[in-house]
């Protein structure tokens, strides 16, 4: 396009335009407007990047063997034996290690918890659908994946669905600004609500503005009603800074993910929940401090038989 007058309205136009449809839809939340064009958009662009991923990562389908184990912890030790064939199906590359590191931390967390989960890979990553920290996963509707399940790795929290095409979903994660989730503290039990800031912390806010938190407390998912969006004791962060308290109501906290979403590859979507709630046993044990050194004396006892000089 030649720079003409003409084309420079044109582009001022268009951007006017996008920075309007961002606005709407931001404002707008679950009752987007614009939801049903994701919905469209999830269903022409779903395939194509399923299909792209395929060729490109033919290994990928071997995250399938996780796909299908939507029991309880009753199935874990059929899953095992799953990951196992998995092992042998991908190799001993460098990063397929990684991957089957993945899959045994996600079940390892899946079993802890007795979540009942389907796998899936990520397999694009950006506003595809919308204008949020999003990823695309390989798994939809045809896998028996809805609007508002959990999704989780072997860290913890990843984020929720959001939007559901019949061969992939998209997944709104933990760090998007409109992100929010209900969080429980470990051994206190302090509730409070955690929020997205993007490639920063997570923001959390105690309901109790006098509850006693330290630098390294860590907390996990509180749960929803009907476990939609949130199963309950899914591992989230630790804290790293507690805001002065100054009087008020709540008590703000600063809490690093344990998840790392800037490398998110093989996750697992909740698709059934725990019986009972899990609280923090899918908290990993922390590590122990390790122990001071003994502190070695040496003592000198002259001998009886010496003889004092001259």
């Known amino acids: 396009m030649r720079d003409t007058r003409e084309s420079r309205l044109l582009l001022v136009l268009l951007v006017a335009i996008a920075f309007a449809l961002i606005t709407v839809d931001i404002r707008g939340g679950e009752r987007s407007p614009l939801d049903g064009a994701r919905h469209a958009a ?3 662009f779903g395939p194509v990047e399923e299909g792209v991923a395929s060729a490109v990562d033919p290994v990928g389908n071997a995250v399938a063997a996780v796909r299908d184990s939507g029991e309880r912890h009753t199935r874990i030790s059929e899953l095992e034996r799953e990951n196992t064939a998995l092992k042998q199906r991908l190799g001993s590359d460098d990063r397929n290690r990684g991957r089957v590191r993945d899959l ?3 079940l390892k967390t899946a079993g802890a918890g007795q979540y009942g989960i389907k796998g899936a890979q990520v397999i694009a990553i950006g506003a595809a659908q919308g204008f949020s920290w999003t990823v695309t996963i390989d ?12 999704v989780l790795n072997g860290d913890g929290l990843v984020g929720r ?27 206190t039990g302090e509730i409070g609500f955690a929020n997205g800031q993007g490639d920063r912390s997570l923001r959390v806010e105690l309901l109790n503005g006098k509850a006693v938190v330290r630098e390294g407390d860590r907390l996990v998912t509180f ?37 790392g979403f800037s490398k998110l590859d093989v996750v697992g979507v909740v698709v059934q929940p725990p019986r009972t709630d899990p609280r923090d046993t899918v908290l990993p044990p922390k590590p122990e401090a390790p122990k001071p050194a003994p502190t070695v004396t040496v003592t000198v006892t002259p ?3 010496a003889k004092p000089r001259d």
Do not use: Y
Not at 139 to 150: E, H, L, Q, S
Not at 223 to 249: C, I, N, Q
């Open 223 to 259: 749960g929803s009603s009907k476990d939609k969006p949130f199963v309950p004791g899914v591992p989230v962060g630790e804290v790293t800074r507690v805001e002065p308290a100054g009087g008020g109501l709540t008590r703000t906290l600063q809490v690093r993910p344990f998840v």
């Open 42 to 44: 999830a269903s022409v």
């Open 303 to 305: 001998s009886a038989s």
């Open 104 to 106: 045994d931390a996600m």
């Open 139 to 150: 798994c939809g509707a045809n896998d028996g994946i809805k609007r508002d399940m959990t």
């Open 161 to 187: 669905v959001t939007t559901v095409g019949p061969s992939t979903a998209t997944v709104l994660l933990a760090s998007d600004p409109k992100f929010t989730v209900g969080t429980r503290m470990e051994k």
